[in-house]
């Protein structure tokens, strides 16, 4: 089993949709969590940290379930630009003061005139 | 401020080369990652430096990979005798200070291709 999972999509969705990725990481004792966008041969870039309480950046909400280890990125009103990979990004600590970063392979999200 | 910058951008070699990827991270961060991507994947853990010291080299895939940071900001990706299964994008990401909320910033990569 990936640590890290994710749909790898690809989605397709009309301007206007609202759209849910979902992803669940296997390390319990995982710290700290985000989604990072990614566009087409570009780096990653983040998008939102995810907290347990759940948070919100303008259309873009993010909640963190610990107990099923399950992550989720709504977008609401999606827009042309919005058009990227949504990388999954979950951050433990490995010991010896060091912190990795595990990826999933990505959501693909093509957003249609 | 300069972000991460890596160099080069692009390098083809071919099969049983040698070659050295560098990354400059941004100023003052302590805290430096090499990823490896491959088409249609996620970023794959390599090695993480905190200062000087490789803290975590436990994505390296064998012995031809190689990384340095001796002085604490600069850091030098070595790969000894390399194979076409080698070609990927390898990103380096470096951080402020080693936390678990502190964000990752990446450089734009160098595209490694093996001929």
């Known amino acids: 089993r990936k640590e890290v999972e994710q749909d790898p999509g690809p989605f397709n969705v009309p301007e206007g949709a609202t759209v849910a990725f979902n992803c669940t990481y296997s390390?319990?004792?995982?710290?700290?969590f985000f989604w990072y966008r990614q566009d087409c041969r570009k780096e990653p870039k983040l998008l939102m940290s995810?907290?347990?309480s759940g948070n919100e950046d303008g259309r873009f909400t993010a909640q963190l379930n610990r107990a099923s280890q399950y992550i989720s990125l709504l977008i609401r009103d999606s827009k042309l630009s919005d058009s990227a990979t949504y990388l999954c990004?979950?951050?433990?600590?490995?010991?010896?003061?060091?912190?990795?970063?595990?990826f999933g392979k990505g959501t693909k999200l093509s957003v249609i005139p | 401020g300069a972000g991460v910058s890596q160099t080069p951008s692009n390098k083809v070699t071919e099969k049983g080369k040698y070659v050295e990827l560098r990354c400059d991270p941004i100023s003052g961060h302590t805290a430096l990652y090499w990823y490896r991507q491959s088409l249609g994947q996620g970023p794959e853990f390599l090695i993480y430096f905190q200062g000087t010291g490789a803290a975590d080299d436990s994505g390296l895939p064998n012995d031809r990979f190689f990384a340095v940071r001796p002085e604490g900001s600069v850091s030098t990706l070595k790969i000894q005798r390399t194979e076409r299964g080698d070609s990927a994008v390898y990103l380096c990401?470096?951080?402020?200070?080693?936390?678990?909320?502190?964000?990752?910033?990446f450089g734009q990569g160098t595209r490694l291709t093996v001929v």
């Open positions: 990401a470096s951080s402020l200070i080693a936390t678990a909320n502190t964000e990752a910033f």
């Open positions: 990004v979950v951050k433990s600590y490995s010991g010896a003061g060091s912190y990795q970063l595990t």
């Open positions: 390390n319990s004792a995982s710290q700290s």
């Open positions: 995810v907290y347990s």
